[in-house]
């Protein structure tokens, strides 16, 4: 997958109104991958990645399936106007359809939920739950930054084997 060096996404557009239904945005993981924080000027964006990475640590997906490169499912938007109808789920059995189609016999597919609304997506569609931090629980230098998340009160990390033949495998 190494070759593969660009982001991936799916839309699903109403034909008649032209408005965008949902977005599922995709890209390419690496074991290695390093963010540097302090290229953000933003410190709520610092914050967020801060909090992706303390979630992937306890999530350990790389370590888990004992790969170094993975398909990320990385943003998941649904139009309100069109919640409630099931699209997160289609687009998301889309994703998988589409990455199993190109070929490889064994992909491993990585996602995080950051809602309540998510994470019934990804056991729906046959991922695993590797992982979960609290929101209220995370703290960066004594201070808790994410804060006022309504109802939702954490995110998860998932993972999922997917082989060519359609087969998907939960397990290592």
Do not use: W
């Amino acid at each position: 997958m190494s070759s593969v060096k660009f982001n991936l996404s799916l839309i699903f557009i109403d034909k008649e109104t032209r408005d965008i239904i949902a977005m599922r945005i995709i890209r390419i993981a690496s074991k290695d991958d390093v963010l540097d924080l302090d290229s953000f000027k933003s410190q709520s964006i610092k914050d967020m990645f801060a909090y992706l990475a303390c979630l992937n640590k306890h999530g350990d997906f790389f370590g888990h399936y004992g790969v170094s490169e993975a398909f990320h499912f990385f943003g998941l938007a649904v139009n309100e106007k069109y919640g409630q109808r099931g699209y997160a789920e289609k687009i998301c059995r889309a994703a998988i359809n589409m990455i199993r189609h190109f070929g490889i016999d064994q992909v491993y597919i990585k996602g995080e939920a950051s809602s309540n609304y998510s994470k019934k997506v990804y056991p729906k569609v046959g991922f695993e739950e590797l992982g979960e931090v609290r929101y209220d629980t995370f703290e960066i230098d004594g201070r808790k930054p994410i804060q006022n998340t309504g109802i939702h009160e954490s995110m998860k990390v998932y993972g999922m084997i997917v082989k060519k033949d359609g087969h998907q495998d939960k397990s290592v």
